[in-house]
């Protein structure tokens, strides 16, 4: 688990418009105090190990639909689902999916926040609207087949991404698709290999929330007063938040045993207010 340290901060005094990431767009909708934390005082939650193995595979399957995009050809995949498409062949492709440093994006001008995201593939259908498409990898018995198994955020972020190309001004289906890889567990051996199971689901898209969630994002990073915890965790603490919890009263009981003085916090930023109970009571 790698701490990630500061990160460049919201100023809510400065004119420059601000970068945000989709992803910090997912966590405020999971947990509105993460969020704070992180975009404005910078402090981000510990980031686990990268996905490696995921890594590989979006890489490989990034290939494999660059051939077709290459030569205007459906991918077999498409074929067998019937789904009538090709590769988008646009110059910003490269661009677009470079998630760390461009990606596609777009100032929303009422809270000049630069909304960004970087996204894996956008296919073409022959009425000329772009198709948002994610990979995703896992290895599980039962692989996910329909919409109903995808995660809320997987279908926020394709929800995103769409918002992001339709304020491009393109054309954008409202039906995305995930390339669904489920590593087979099953086999034998691993004999130096691991075999895939691969599903297309489709999943339509509602962006109608996006705008909201982007003006009450810059709402609280505006504020002073510390939001809440969110909803997104059966209203409790994430593993995070449960983990500080206990760890922050066993060392203060500690500390109150020893009668030993806190060494005192430096306060870069304004003194802020929480309006909801402290986390170590
Ligand atoms: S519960 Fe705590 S650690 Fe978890 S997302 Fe919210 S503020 Fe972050």
Not at 4 to 9: A, D, E, L, P, V
Not at 55 to 64: G, W
Request: charged share 30%.
């Amino acid at each position: 688990m790698a701490w990630n340290g500061k990160s460049k901060t919201f100023d809510p005094s400065s004119k420059e418009p601000f970068k945000v990431s989709r992803s910090k767009i997912d966590l405020f909708t999971e947990c509105p105090r993460c969020a704070y934390l992180d975009i404005r005082l910078g402090v981000k939650r510990p980031s686990g190990p990268s996905f490696t193995l995921n890594n590989a595979v979006d890489e490989l399957l990034k290939r494999e639909f660059d051939i077709h995009r290459a030569k205007a050809t459906v991918h077999p995949l498409l074929k067998s689902y019937g789904l009538d498409a090709v590769p988008f062949d646009d110059p910003r492709m490269e661009e677009w999916r470079d998630a760390l440093r461009r990606g596609i994006g777009y100032l929303h001008a009422p809270t000049n926040l630069f909304v960004r995201g970087g996204i894996d593939d956008v296919w073409v259908n022959p009425k000329g609207e772009l198709i948002i498409v994610d990979y995703k990898a896992t290895s599980k018995k039962e692989g996910p087949k329909s919409e109903d198994d995808l995660y809320p955020s997987y279908k926020r972020q394709m929800e995103i991404y769409q918002w992001l190309f339709r304020k491009n001004n393109f054309k954008v289906s409202p039906i995305g698709y995930f390339v669904y890889v489920n590593g087979n567990s099953d086999a034998e051996a691993f004999d130096g290999k691991l075999e895939f199971a691969t599903e297309l689901i489709p999943y339509k898209g509602d962006d109608s929330w996006i705008d909201g969630a982007i003006v009450k994002l810059k709402e609280t990073l505006m504020s002073e007063a510390i939001p809440p915890v969110g909803t997104a965790f059966g209203g409790g603490l994430c593993d995070f938040c449960t983990y500080r919890e206990a760890a922050g009263k066993v060392l203060q009981a500690i500390h109150g045993t020893k009668k030993e003085v806190p060494k005192p916090v430096k306060v870069e930023k304004k003194k802020l207010t929480s309006h909801d109970t402290p986390l170590f009571g």
